[in-house]
């Protein structure tokens, strides 16, 4: 048996592992089966720090000594940690399976994390029916079912959603044999699918985030064209597709905020803008200082969005008048909830058919005493 048919039987066993707290050893004790390391890490980004590992001989990532294998984490487009090994010296083989797992890790993670936010709504319920049990038994009764229904719904999706993208993945790297070029369209399509609906139901893991007051600030100081550049690199295979014409006009910023929460802010915007403009299409992305505040803008010129519904397009499950697919309708929502927890405001400029200006404006330095729950 080679390497890669080693490693299709270890997936299966990876995504039998229960989320405790020995996840990331039993993960890598598995993949040590397939690829031989001596040590492996699993770190978290703004800040960084390690929260996974197996056998660790270093405190971050720069301590990591060569040999070693890196890859980032990613979900929704957006990196949010780093996954590594090392100890040996590596083979192209290893580093293609290496990636494969990195993938397989970053919806496995998130996967839990989705776990731990349906876990703290239920406890957060359970703390509410002991301080309101004057209140109707019916009441009781329907928000227990209620989060019975989406604790059981959301394990039932992610469960064979995960499998999908995992062997997709496989697939694609042809680690079962070649592909023609048609095969390998259709797995491109079914891993595409695969993460447009892990896409929404991130969205709903945010949402769920912020109706159980568990989404906090984790502050750094960054330069802001660093993290601008960045989400345009992710969105760019999408602004090619349409032919849309970017432009940027990116001021020299320092900003002390939330990295990762800044990035999903102008990402949530910039795709908003995208899906929303036809091709051959323009879009302008604006960062500037007004005095103690950044200004941040992305302006469109696709269809534009009517004045009675500027009202509520930032309320959950509000789309304009043209509903694009692969959308939950609660990205802008999620949005100004990220913009608000900054201390900041979000606001519109846009008339149907000429196009829609979204600007936020967030205060330069966050307070750190802002590292709280959203309330």
Known sequence: MNKFEKFTEIIEKIYAINPDENFGDKVFKLFKE????????????NPERLEYSFNPRAASLKEIQEPALKE???????????IAISGKAFTQEDKKIFRTFASIISNLIKDIELTKVVKMQI???QQGYIETR?????????DKIKTKFFSHTTHELRTPLNSI????????????GKLNKKQKEYVEDIKISGINLLGLINEILDMSKIEANAMKLNLQTFQVSLAVNEVINTVSPLIIKKHINLSKFIDNI?????????????????GNAVKYTQENGKIVIKAKQEQQNLILSVKDNGAG?????QKTIFKPFTQGDKIASNSTGLGLAITNELVKLHKGKITIK??????????????????????RSLH
């Open 34 to 45: 397939a690829v031989d390391f001596d040590e492996g890490y699993i770190f978290f980004s």
């Open 72 to 82: 980032n984490l990613e979900f929704k487009n957006l990196v949010f940690g780093t």
């Open 123 to 125: 406890e957060a319920l």
């Open 134 to 142: 004057e209140h109707s038994q019916k009441i009781k009764e329907a």
């Open 165 to 176: 993208l995992g062997f997709s993945e496989l697939l694609g790297n042809e680690f079962a």
């Open 254 to 270: 320092t900003l002390t905020a939330d990295y990762q929460k800044f990035q999903q802010i102008l990402f949530n915007l910039l």
């Open 305 to 309: 969005i009517d004045k009675k519904l």
């Open 350 to 371: 846009s008339e149907p058919e000429k196009g829609a200006e979204f600007i936020v404006s967030i205060p330069l330095a966050q307070k750190w005493d802002l590292y």
